[in-house]
């Protein structure tokens, strides 16, 4: 089922949204990592890097979603929906670790 031009960007916008709360995340993330012990320090700090390049990834896939054409939309929101799946993840598992 295409997507209207409306839905299509009010989607865009709502990834926009969450690619900024990822980054308040990670800037979250490099805070508490710059007041734990050394010794956590370096899986911290590699828990950031592997949120990083998820993160990346999603802007990558958003970028791809604005030059797509109509028949690559499907395909590239879903590759959207999992990289956001796999950044939170990432996310909730490197804050868990460290609460």
């Known amino acids: 089922m295409p997507m209207t ?3 299509r960007q009010a989607y865009i916008e709502k990834v926009k ?8 995340q990670l800037a979250e993330m490099k805070a ?4 734990v ?6 899986e911290y700090h590699s828990m950031m890097e592997e949120a990083l ?3 990346d990834a999603m802007q990558a896939q958003l970028t791809k979603l604005h030059r797509s054409s109509e028949s690559a939309w499907e395909e590239i929101q879903n590759g959207l929906e999992k990289a956001g799946q796999e950044l939170q993840k990432s ?3 490197a804050l868990g670790k460290f609460q």
């Open 5 to 7: 031009t409306d839905s």
């Open 17 to 24: 949204a969450q690619l900024d709360q990822y980054d308040a």
């Open 32 to 35: 508490r990592a710059d007041q």
């Open 37 to 42: 012990a050394a010794s956590a320090q370096v």
């Open 53 to 55: 390049v998820k993160r």
């Open 91 to 93: 996310f909730e598992a």
